[in-house]
């Protein structure tokens, strides 16, 4: 099956031992070395079939001394045993205390694009697969590992892929770091030698690290230079390890689990890892993300194509103070504005008149809604919007039925005093049982009501994992959580989903798989949020990515910035209203529904255009970025001056990614030549601390 020649348009085997993976703007080489040793041979600018084998040949260039390994730094899986020494991808142990391995090649496959390498344990009935995919238009490798057993055996790690990068000058890591309220923050810093771990031990993503790196030299910009990234499509406990190792190289190891064992296998189990993606960008770090966000929203995202409604939520509004004639009259202010969707919040349910108790007894409150949700949801549709609810269905207050009836369906180390955090304690959804109920209630809610949108929150972390805490970081939550709503999904094929956890805690491409947005921040002041709005939009677009114009001041920060620059800074995503209405003036009002139907023209270019990140918030005071429409003929131009001092101008922004030819300001008629843009930029005339401005440029 080691056939030589073309095996997919995708990938293609020029010589024995050596697969091709060629994607629009990238290549993709591995090769076996002795005894079948998968390596990377090439990740990068494309090359051709001869350069392939040609670079599949290079012999590792190692210091002088034993104690360097000829693979490190270029195996595409290393093991924990043998002549390698750094972090394993895979390590086992066998009920013997064994760890060793062999694996022997059994068989290549390679259709579609999907290239498979086939193992065998030397001396075990334990079996490989390493997969790698790619897909005709996007520049993203897919890779992930299956181990099939017919001995039992204990997964210490099994992680998705190695990413080995090629030599470089120098090194540099982005990531995205933060914490509730601060989540998904931009940070580059050069590599030091050793390795480098972020991840999430809270079973979820969390908004602490977000699984995604970049490397690039040092010297990459937004416009050039060359950028390997790599994420892991994952919404449970994980990690990265960026090793810069010391024969020159770096290596970048991602998977699910935070610390051993990840999986304990008995006879005839398979496990089979998430899945990590790689992307290799020749032209900067905008052109990086511009490929994932094509590639999120045409492989990953069910609906990607969809544009998604302006949304209003009565959090603000009336907090737990919920009811039918309260919810009606907001409904009936939300639509006046222009808003599509409106999403009652937290306090419809059970008890839940505070955050002390309701959470799992998800019923109407018959005090506030007497004859059901469906009034209100009739009521919304006939003022033509869409009909929302906010759950948090893995979470229980001990003050419900809930927990009475079952308190041993919650995370518990017996014996032992647990930790509350907001009142509430986590469902063990792991468990067969509670899967079940969860899905059961959700089904029957969706079933009974015309809901289109689904608000899923999950507002606290994991702790006292008890008796299951060996593998709590591992899969059977998270994997529970995905059969949930990949049921739903099937079954109410309307319903839209928000995934939502205390702000950016659950946000990767693996939810994404499953939902429709992501909720990036509980944080919605606007000054912040064109960092963390930065920081999310490295991997993940602007068509998934919830943004709220909230009251100011703001709850958080206290910043009373003006309503237009709130505005400004939400229309850079997927536009939401979370304010309370009722106290909006007759001005704002005006403004809001101009701002929205102002919104509702440019929407298709945000949300499916290229996104040109031109001045950083990181850097300067008068940050500024664009979205060009697919075909090319429309921009959207945002700038803002944020933290501005001394009452100077900020300046134009250039911008030289549009097509030649005339463009014309859609608002004022003015007409400008495609040079001037490029070379002079647009001004908006912003002079004043958190002035911002809106352009929709057409192309005459």
């Given at each position: ?24 703007r ?16 090439h ?7 001869e350069?392939a ?60 694009g999907?290239?498979?390498l ?80 972020i ?11 977000n699984p ?18 790599a994420?892991?499509?994952?919404s ?17 190891n991602?998977?699910a ?48 194509d ?15 103070r ?20 409106f ?10 008149i ?15 809604f007497p ?40 995370y518990?180390?017996?014996?032992y005093?647990?930790h509350?955090?907001r ?27 015309d ?27 998270a994997?529970?959580?995905?059969g ?36 990036p ?10 960092h963390?709005q ?31 620059f ?7 995503g997927?536009?939401?209203i ?36 031109l ?42 990614f ?5 463009w ?37």
């Amino acid at each position: 099956m080691l056939q030589r020649g073309m095996v997919s348009p995708l990938v293609c085997q020029p010589a024995p031992g050596v697969w091709v993976l060629r994607t629009p703007r990238s290549a993709y080489v591995l090769s076996l070395a002795g005894q079948d040793v998968p390596l990377t041979a090439h990740w990068g600018a494309p090359v051709d079939d001869e350069a392939a084998v040609e670079l599949a040949r290079v012999p590792a260039d190692l210091p002088r001394g034993s104690w360097e390994s000829p693979v490190d730094g270029r195996e595409e899986y290393p093991s924990d045993t043998g002549l390698r020494f750094v972090e394993p991808a895979l390590a086992l142990r066998f009920p013997d205390g064994s760890r060793t391995v062999r694996w022997v090649l059994d068989a290549a496959e390679a259709d579609e694009g999907h290239l498979r390498l086939r193992y065998t344990e030397q001396t075990r009935p334990l079996r490989l697969t390493l997969h790698y995919r790619v897909t005709a238009g996007h520049d993203v490798v897919e890779r992930w590992a299956e181990l099939d057993t017919d001995v039992a055996v204990e997964v210490l790690r099994a992680d998705s892929a190695a990413w080995c990068l090629p030599p470089l000058d120098g090194y540099r890591l982005s990531s995205l770091h933060g914490r509730w309220g601060a989540d998904s923050r931009l940070e580059r810093a050069p590599l030091p030698a050793g390795a480098v771990r972020i991840g999430s031990r809270r079973t979820t993503t969390s908004p602490m690290h977000n699984p995604w790196v970049a490397v690039d030299d040092g010297t990459a910009t937004e416009t050039a230079g060359e950028v390997w990234t790599a994420a892991l499509a994952w919404s449970g406990t994980w990690r990265i390890d960026v090793q810069r190792l010391p024969v020159g190289r770096v290596v970048v190891n991602a998977g699910a689990g935070h610390e051993e064992p990840v999986a304990a296998l008995s006879r005839g189990t398979t496990y089979a890892t998430p899945t990590s993606c790689g992307l290799f960008s020749g032209e900067g770090f905008g052109a990086a993300s511009r490929a994932w966000h094509d590639y999120v929203r045409a492989r990953v995202l069910p609906h990607g194509d969809e544009l998604r409604p302006v949304l209003y939520n009565s959090w603000e509004a009336t907090q737990f103070r919920v009811d039918e004639a309260g919810q009606m009259a907001l409904a009936e202010r939300a639509a006046a504005l222009g808003c599509e969707l409106f999403v009652m919040d937290d306090g419809w349910f059970g008890a839940r008149i505070s955050d002390t108790a309701g959470l799992g007894d998800w019923r109407p409150n018959p005090d506030r809604f007497p004859n059901g949700l469906g009034p209100l949801v009739k009521r919304v549709g006939e003022l033509g919007m869409r009909f929302g609810i906010w759950v948090e269905p893995e979470m229980v207050n001990p003050d419900s039925d809930l927990y009475r009836a079952h308190p041993d369906w919650v995370y518990a180390s017996p014996g032992y005093p647990r930790h509350e955090l907001r009142n509430q304690l986590v469902l063990d959804v792991g468990k067969a049982e509670v899967a079940a109920w969860l899905h059961g209630w959700l089904d029957a809610l969706l079933s009974e009501h015309d809901i289109a949108f689904v608000k899923w929150d999950m507002n606290r972390p994991v702790t006292d994992p008890g008796l299951r805490g060996d593998l709590l970081w591992s899969t059977a939550h998270a994997r529970n959580l995905y059969g949930i709503l990949d049921r739903l999904r099937r079954d109410h094929p309307r319903v839209r989903f928000e995934s939502c956890a205390s702000g950016g805690g659950r946000v990767d491409l693996a939810i994404l798989a499953r939902t429709d947005q992501v909720w990036p921040s509980d944080n919605t002041d606007g000054s912040d949020r064109l960092h963390i709005q930065e920081g999310f939009g490295q991997l993940y677009p602007a068509r998934a990515m919830t943004a709220w114009v909230t009251d100011a001041p703001n709850f958080l920060t206290g910043n009373r910035l003006p309503l237009t620059f709130r505005f400004h800074v939400a229309m850079a995503g997927v536009l939401g209203i979370g304010g309370d209405l009722p106290h909006w003036g007759v001005d704002e009002q005006a403004s809001a529904a101009a701002l929205i139907a102002q919104y509702k023209r440019i929407r298709p270019i945000v949300q499916h255009g290229g996104l040109h990140r031109l001045r950083s918030p990181r850097e300067s005071s008068a940050p500024a970025l664009a979205y060009l429409s697919a075909g090319g003929d429309e921009a959207a131009v945002f700038q803002f001056l944020d933290g501005h001092r001394y009452g100077e101008p900020a300046p134009p922004a250039r911008l030289p990614f549009l097509p030649p030819g005339t463009w014309q300001d859609a608002d004022t008629g003015r007409r400008y030549p495609q040079a001037f843009l490029a070379t002079h930029g647009l001004d908006a005339g912003l002079s004043r601390n958190h002035d911002s401005a809106v352009t929709h440029l057409r192309r005459v």
